[in-house]
């Protein structure tokens, strides 16, 4: 029992961001890296930082641009590393495609999310879907 209470104390302590997005708003975009920058300044991980943000991006473009609707970020770091979460409340699942040549802004999100990301995934939830990631502290 005591080591849950621990457990439970230590992520309750995990420096965090968690940020509502509003529909459509594409200012959302650079203001979630700048904030996520923020928070992965005491992560001690910069080539890592910056793949998150990338990613980060990628999953506030898709959850702003596919849903027509609001959704949440949210972002902890903790001791085995980063992960982060775009929930929206489309239950309508993303699509990994590959984009074509001729297509230079749309279908790369996600196949950048599976090269880049130690881990990855899709989990519904009552209304809506969570999109998340996460990259290990220890990775190089």
């Known amino acids: 029992m005591e080591e849950e209470a621990d457990g439970a104390t230590e992520q309750a302590q995990a420096p965090q961001l968690m940020r509502r997005l509003g529909r459509a708003d594409l200012r959302a975009v650079p203001e979630a890296r ?3 920058r923020d928070l992965l300044r005491q992560w ?3 080539g890592r930082a910056e793949i998150a943000e990338l990613l980060t991006s ?17 972002a902890t770091v903790g001791p085995r590393g980063l992960r982060v979460e775009v929930r929206d409340f489309v239950a309508r699942p993303p699509r990994l495609r590959v984009a074509n040549a001729d297509d230079n802004t749309h279908g790369r999100g996600l196949v950048l999310v599976e090269s880049l990301a130690d881990a990855w995934g899709v989990r519904p939830h009552g209304v809506g879907k969570s999109v998340w990631f996460e990259l290990d502290a220890d990775a190089a």
Do not use: F
């Open 34 to 36: 700048r904030e996520l």
């Open 44 to 46: 001690g991980q910069p």
């Open 58 to 74: 990628e999953l506030v473009t898709n959850a702003i641009v596919h849903t027509d609707d609001d959704a949440v970020l949210t």
